[in-house]
């Protein structure tokens, strides 16, 4: 490899596994660039894949507060709707937003991308994934 070879050796985090399970928050929201949390996936997907091998693998995506542009079905408020679409048709994402948001914000499901799921709480429905066997992590 291009770091040598006993870098792998002492790599822990290599080890081949299966259900993997990743619960991730995505709670802020990146006007330019790439979008904040999503920018992310491309590479824990190639690592379970590639790297680990690994082909049982779920990661789910909780949207809440500042995050909440993310899921809008409007350019006007969204730069990032095709990425977040990309991640909606991979069949191992699963992006859900907070309901609690969706109030405050006066969001209707009209105005959210089709695709997206709704838990009720964003926080609370992290330690509910935990629970389920997801590890969590905080981009």
Request: proline share 4%; glycine share 8%; with cysteine.
């Amino acid at each position: 490899t291009m770091f040598g070879e006993d870098v792998l050796d002492s790599m822990r985090c290599n080890k081949r596994r299966s259900k993997v399970r990743m619960v991730m928050q995505v709670n802020l929201y990146e006007q330019g660039g790439n979008p904040y949390g999503f920018r992310n996936l491309n590479n824990i997907i190639n690592d379970f894949e590639i790297t680990h091998g690994i082909d049982n693998w779920k990661i789910a995506v909780v949207v809440h507060s500042g995050g909440f542009p993310l899921v809008l079905n409007d350019p006007a408020q969204n730069n990032h709707i095709d990425v977040v679409k990309k991640f909606i048709a991979e069949p191992n994402v699963d992006i859900y937003y907070c309901l609690n948001t969706a109030a405050a914000k006066g969001h209707k499901t009209i105005d959210i991308i089709d695709g997206i799921k709704f838990v009720p709480a964003g926080l609370s429905s992290i330690m509910d994934f935990q629970y389920q066997g997801y590890k969590y992590i905080q981009p």
